[in-house]
């Protein structure tokens, strides 16, 4: 994929995306993103083993291949690929995002989380939320929270 044009004549290049969790949720937004001009999706990541080392296409249902081969190791893939933004998609508090976007915005790469807590992060642990931020600022990254995991969505 090469450059996209805006309205206003200027071209920009695609946001490039890592998707990390590939169950209902992050399969749903690699589908989503696959489909669309202004995103690259470059890489994406699978706790499960039965999920990793195939193309993406296996996982997705897709008929055609990707070409993005499903990782073991997220910060190996994120080392390797260089996105803009990681997508994650594994968890539902504060406690559990932490753990893993701590190294993510270490890289210097932003984060979205669908993780429920993640919405308001101050809200359950306040401690672990000044960390996340302070390790923001510092690398001069976002993250955002949307927390929209089904279980907060269903609730």
């Known amino acids: 994929m090469g450059q996209i044009s805006l309205a206003k ?12 969790g590939l169950g209902a949720m992050g399969s749903g937004m690699a589908r989503l993103m696959l489909q669309k001009e202004s995103i690259k999706l470059v890489a994406a990541y699978e706790k499960r083993p039965e999920g990793q080392g195939q193309d993406l296409a296996k996982t997705l249902e897709l008929k055609k291949a990707t070409g993005i081969i499903v990782g073991s190791d997220p910060m190996k893939e994120i080392k390797k690929h260089k996105p803009d933004v990681v997508i994650m ?67």
């Open 9 to 20: 004549g200027k071209a920009v290049k695609p946001v490039r995306v890592m998707q990390w």
């Open 89 to 155: 998609a594994t968890c539902s508090t504060v406690k559990e995002s932490y753990e893993e976007i701590i190294p993510v915005i270490e890289q210097g790469i932003n984060v979205i989380t669908i993780a429920e807590e993640m919405a308001y992060p101050w809200a359950n642990e306040p401690k672990l939320s000044d960390k996340i931020h302070k390790a923001a600022v510092k690398n001069g990254v976002v993250v955002l929270g949307t927390g929209i995991n089904p279980g907060f969505v269903l609730d």
